[in-house]
């Protein structure tokens, strides 16, 4: 499964949430449920996160010293590189 399929979920988090406020002012037991599900949610998010900044780091770092090549089509190739991957790994943050 790719990783942007596994983080769409995610952005049923706030009507999940709605949700389970719902299911709380109602009484329902299924509040316990709903809490454990987004609870599991977040931690995965974290876990995706976690694992692509890893996946991120090196490709950083290679573009970096090939961005100080003495061929400048290298060079300006390897800055458009590292723009990208600092976009990514900016847009994690979020």
């Known amino acids: 499964m790719s990783v942007l399929r596994r983080l769409v979920p995610l952005a049923g988090l706030a009507a999940m949430t709605a949700g389970l406020l719902g299911a709380l002012v109602r009484g329902r037991s299924s ?3 709903l809490t ?3 609870d599991a949610l977040v931690a995965e998010r974290r876990r995706l996160v976690h694992d692509l900044r890893g996946h991120l780091s090196p490709m950083m770092m290679v573009s970096e010293r090939l961005a100080t090549h003495t061929d400048p089509s290298v060079a300006r190739l390897a800055t458009l590189m590292l723009d990208r991957v600092e976009r990514a790994s900016a847009s994690l943050r979020r």
Do not use: V
């Open 31 to 33: 509040a316990t449920a």
């Open 36 to 38: 454990r599900e987004r």
